[in-house]
């Protein structure tokens, strides 16, 4: 399902340049399709957080298998802009449905040590679908046409949704329910402490600033880069595209094996993944000319880290947590990302509309590299963030869960002063002094 998923997400970077002909629109308005679709995937997050944690994750996966199947359907016949605006609306309604589904099925079906690499080998799975969507959905669409490729890639959810209502359990036989009815006004004072909680600020700004270059360059605006700037040939284009597909599958492991050794430095190996892409972004907008096939390589290896480096916020909402509210926090995480992701694409077309007015296809160089700039604004904004934020969580978790904290940090007593436990044993002491 998540595989599906991500290849709907996915399919219109390829098809980007052929959608501009089909549907007439200028840069800025192809990456609203993009945008839109994530817009409404990021404020369908924590509702569908809530409806998670009432209805449970066999039902919206089903749902949003409906969604994305009756959207990609539209999308394939419709030649209006309104009406494809449209369908990625209902798209971006099935897919906000998926994820956070998957991931409430991993933390029920194993042990909590196990979680970090099988989410990062299920997210590997699904970036896999980009991987389809890459060289074989620009291939069908060559031979094919538009409406026949659309046509075949939603018929796929049928089975899909026959094989989630066969197959998929909310949680094993005995173990606890993964439904909870709770009243309104229960709901609300979980996303209030959920929102509160600086574990998931943190697992949101970590989400915000890993993966939004990696989803800036597979979902729309790194095959035109390539083209258009770096001037690679189509096929060289969808090979890079490719690669950073391969990245996202062959990098989660590594990150998720990674997280689950050396907990501590979640937030650290976040940094750490942010500040590569950044470099290598630098030196490849900042060279004469065109950079070499290598550099490029290197460029989609570092942006790709970023998408197995997002689901490290996914972990660190689970650490903080409980379980009654594990979906409204992986929510509000999820959203980080989708909204840095669609700001910055939305930024990039605009950029490139003020710089260069007119068809993509009269955009320099040049101003691709001033447009791709916009993905700076990120990376600093979500690095004072998860900085701000990864020492407020780790002394609430000292407050909160003591065993936890000296479980992952190795530290058998956190400094007393930090603890607002011991700070107001400190008060009590000196008072009584």
Not at 35 to 64: E, H, K, N, S, W
Not at 178 to 196: E, M, N, T
Not at 224 to 232: G, N, R, S, Y
Not at 253 to 273: E, F, M
Request: glycine residues 12%; contains cysteine; aromatic residues 10%.
């Amino acid at each position: 399902m998540y595989f599906l998923a991500i290849f709907h997400r996915s399919s219109l970077g390829v098809a980007g340049l052929v959608a501009e002909q089909r549907f007439h629109v200028s840069a800025a308005q192809l990456s609203t399709f993009t945008v839109l679709q994530l817009l409404v995937y990021a404020a369908m997050q924590i509702p569908v957080g809530v409806l998670l944690d009432r209805f449970g994750p066999q039902r919206l996966l089903l749902t949003g298998t409906i969604l994305m199947t009756g959207a990609q359907l539209g999308f394939a016949f419709t030649g209006a802009y309104a009406g494809a605006l449209l369908a990625r609306v209902v798209l971006g309604m099935g897919d906000a449905m998926v994820f956070i589904s998957v991931l409430r099925i991993v933390a029920a079906w194993f042990p909590p040590v196990r979680n970090p690499m099988l989410t990062a080998l299920t997210a590997g799975i699904g970036q896999s679908g980009a991987l389809l969507a890459a060289i074989p959905l620009a291939k069908a669409l060559a031979a094919y046409g538009w409406t026949t490729s659309f046509v075949a890639s939603a018929s796929v959810g049928v089975l899909l949704g026959l094989l989630v209502v066969l197959l998929v359990r909310d949680a094993p036989r005995g173990a606890p329910p993964a439904r909870s009815s709770k009243p309104l006004r229960v709901v609300g004072r979980d996303l209030r402490l959920a929102y509160h909680d600086p574990g998931t600020r943190l697992g949101f700004w970590s989400h915000f600033t890993a993966p939004l270059a990696a989803n800036v360059m597979g979902l729309l605006w790194g095959y035109p880069f390539f083209v258009h700037a770096e001037h690679c040939s189509r096929t060289e284009a969808g090979a890079l595209l490719t690669l950073l597909v391969v990245v996202f599958i062959t990098g989660g492991p590594l990150v998720g094996g990674y997280i689950a050794r050396h907990p501590w430095q979640r937030s650290t190996a976040v940094l750490s993944i942010v500040a590569a892409m950044a470099l290598t972004w630098t030196v490849v907008l900042v060279l004469p000319g065109d950079a070499p096939l290598w550099l490029l390589c290197l460029l989609v290896v570092t942006t790709g880290l970023g998408g197995p480096g997002s689901m490290i916020a996914f972990d660190l909402a689970r650490t903080f947590a409980p379980a009654s509210r594990l979906g409204q926090a992986s929510g509000m995480v999820n959203v980080g990302g989708f909204v840095a992701s669609l700001l910055t694409m939305l930024g990039i077309g605009l950029v490139l509309d003020a710089v260069t007015p007119g068809s993509s296809a009269t955009y320099s160089a040049g101003a691709y590299r001033v447009a791709m700039c916009v993905q700076y604004v990120g990376w600093v904004l979500g690095g004072i963030q998860l900085w701000r934020y990864r020492y407020r969580a780790r002394v609430h978790l000292a407050d909160t869960q003591p065993e936890a904290f000296r479980d992952m940090s190795g530290l058998e007593q956190y400094p007393a002063p930090r603890t607002r436990a011991a700070r107001a044993s400190g008060s009590g002491r000196r008072g009584r002094r």
